[in-house]
């Protein structure tokens, strides 16, 4: 059978765009507000939507705007030669209806004394309100902020004003790729760091914190880390709600066997990227695939992304 298409969830929410605009050449900014006029639901800095566009093609956005509960704003990065998903969202224009999901986030913004942000790209999106967040609260913060050129990074010139924090811009045209381990060289406690980018920025900051404490770091990811799938035995389910055991052999993932049982189970990405399809573990071992949970979140095996998540063992006991 095929992958199951993506399913929206029953809080999905149908909005409509109020404002397009393009901060720099091959960013779409789209406000979106409620089509019954009522308030959004509130978010904080770091949460994300999910954007059902039409023709199974769902994509996750950083909320970027100001808060308010009238209108969310989020930035897409249109990719040419990309899957389609940035060109079908590039066609939306004033007016449009669109379904979204609920504000989600494990990207949450920790209290800390100073802040340290990384911004690759279109990465900034995510990090745009807690830079906002942390200058309010008068939290000393520094942002090192990568991209190709000046003109093709959004939000240069809000963040440039911010007070209480430095800005450091790095270009490919310029100074080149942000110099991560001179960035990270003296730890400091008390100082969380926030980063959000392509994979190699990434990895260069999570090998280049080692003498930081514990959990000092915190990433978002665009598109799944590289993780070990060689190990796909079979193994049991319970769905305890369901009153179901299934069996996921090692060519079906659990998302998928239980679409094929005719469970519907929310979810978006279908790669361990958005969170969507987050589900709470009864009993049993996770073999855990994603690139959402912290380790410490892992180690708890409180929750799993049946979307790419298997058993260690034999069987496991789900909440659904």
Not at 191 to 196: G, P, R, V
Not at 245 to 272: H, K, N, Q, W, Y
């Amino acid at each position: 059978m095929s992958p199951a298409s993506p399913v929206a969830p029953s809080s999905a929410l149908d909005v409509v765009v109020e404002r397009r605009h393009e901060p720099v050449a091959d960013v779409v900014e789209l406000t979106l507000r409620s089509a019954d006029g009522r308030a959004l639901p509130p978010w904080q800095p770091g949460a994300h939507i999910d954007v059902f566009a039409g023709d199974d093609v769902v994509r996750q956005y950083s909320l970027c705007g100001p808060a308010d509960a009238a209108t969310w704003t989020i930035a897409v990065r249109v990719l040419q030669d990309g899957l389609g998903g940035s060109l079908r969202m590039a066609t939306l224009s004033a007016g449009d209806h669109v379904t979204v999901s609920e504000p989600r986030n494990h990207f949450e913004l920790v209290e800390a004394a100073s802040y340290v942000f990384v911004a690759g790209g279109i990465g900034i999106t995510p990090i745009l309100p807690m830079v906002r967040s942390a200058s309010q609260r008068g939290a000393a913060w520094s942002l090192a902020y990568g991209g190709r050129s000046e003109s093709l990074m959004p939000y240069l010139a809000e963040l440039r004003e911010l007070p209480g924090g430095t800005l450091d811009v790095w270009t490919d045209d310029g100074r080149g790729p942000i110099d991560v381990r001179r960035l990270l060289e003296v730890p400091s406690a008390g100082t969380a760091i926030y980063c959000c980018g392509p994979e190699p920025l990434l990895a260069a900051m999570e090998s280049a914190v080692g003498a930081w404490p514990d959990g000092a770091l915190h990433v978002e990811r665009f598109t799944p880390r590289p993780v070990d799938t060689s190990d796909v035995h079979a193994f049991d389910v319970e769905l305890v709600r369901s009153g179901v055991t299934l069996m996921v052999t090692g060519e079906r993932s659990i998302l998928d066997t239980m679409s094929d049982a005719g469970i519907a189970v929310p979810f978006s990405c279908g790669e361990g990227v958005c969170g969507t399809c987050e589900t709470r573990v009864l009993a049993g071992a996770v073999d855990h695939r994603d690139s959402i949970l912290t380790p410490a979140e892992q180690a708890a095996n409180d929750t799993m992304m049946v979307c790419v998540s298997r058993a260690r063992d034999g069987r496991l006991t789900l909440d659904c």
